[in-house]
T-cell receptor, first 112, second 114 residues
Framework: GENVEQHPSTLSVQEGDSAVIKCTYS??????FPWYKQELGKRPQLIID?????GEKKDQRIAVTLNKTAKHFSLHITETQPEDSAVYFC???????????FGKGTRLSVIA | DGGITQSPKYLFRKEGQNVTLSCEQN?????MYWYRQDPGQGLRLIYY???????QKGDIAEGYSVSREKKESFPLTVTSAQKNPTAFYLC?????????????FGDGTRLSIL
């Protein structure tokens, strides 16, 4: 089955700097890669996702890149702000009847 | 996501007691999921359901049970066999079981042992 590894587990950046979180996956059939943000004590919320037919997707300050050959994908947050502080989860899945497989999360702290 | 309602928000369990966590969705989604989250840990899948009257075990099903009698409801029972139930429990749903669809989460239930 699918296995998703996420790095780093914790990340601290200065406000205004960029943050990058990386994930690798094992199943070459995976074709859907969402990213979730979870603030303390709250629900995970989908912030961006990418499908395997594109290599990059942007939404304002966040972007996700996908390298299918290397089986890894990354979340990029530019011009970080204190409200970006949260735990971020990556996930992977294919179009078959199997659930998303989540990484273990990255705790991002943006220092003002 | 207002479409998924979990209750209660906080729950306390006594030794040897079964407790049931409620999850209701009005998104007309076919698939529903239960996850357990421990402090500083990721999301671990307990059970999932593709359709009414059907469900499958996830990675950590021991000590838990579920039912799916209605499309909109997927309650989770934490049985006395679950010796370490203290955790944050999240319910989620997606339009179908096809893995390439985003999951929408409820606000969670925090379960503690008395």
């Amino acid at each position: 089955g699918e296995n998703v590894e996420q790095h780093p587990s914790t990340l601290s950046v200065q406000e205004g700097d960029s943050a990058v979180i990386k994930c690798t996956y094992s199943d070459s059939a995976s074709n859907y890669f969402p990213w979730y943000k979870q603030e303390l004590g709250k629900r995970p919320q989908l912030i961006i996702d990418i499908r395997s037919n594109v290599g990059e997707k942007k939404d304002q300050r966040i972007a996700v890149t996908l390298n299918k050959t290397a089986k890894h994908f990354s979340l990029h947050i530019t011009e970080t702000q204190p409200e970006d502080s949260a735990v971020y989860f990556c996930a992977a899945a294919n179009s078959g009847n199997t659930p998303l497989v989540f990484g273990k999360g990255t705790r991002l702290s943006v220092i003002a | 996501d207002g479409g998924i309602t979990q209750s209660p928000k906080y729950l306390f369990r006594k030794e040897g007691q079964n407790v049931t966590l409620s999850c209701e969705q009005n998104l007309n989604h076919d698939a529903m999921y239960w996850y357990r989250q421990d402090p500083g840990q990721g999301l671990r899948l307990i059970y999932y359901s593709q359709i009414v009257n059907d469900f499958q075990k996830g990675d950590i099903a021991e000590g838990y049970s579920v039912s799916r009698e209605k499309k909109e409801s997927f309650p989770l029972t934490v049985t006395s066999a679950q010796k370490n139930p203290t955790a944050f429990y999240l319910c989620a749903s997606s339009p179908s079981m096809a893995g390439d669809q985003p999951q929408h989460f409820g606000d969670g239930t925090r379960l503690s042992i008395l």
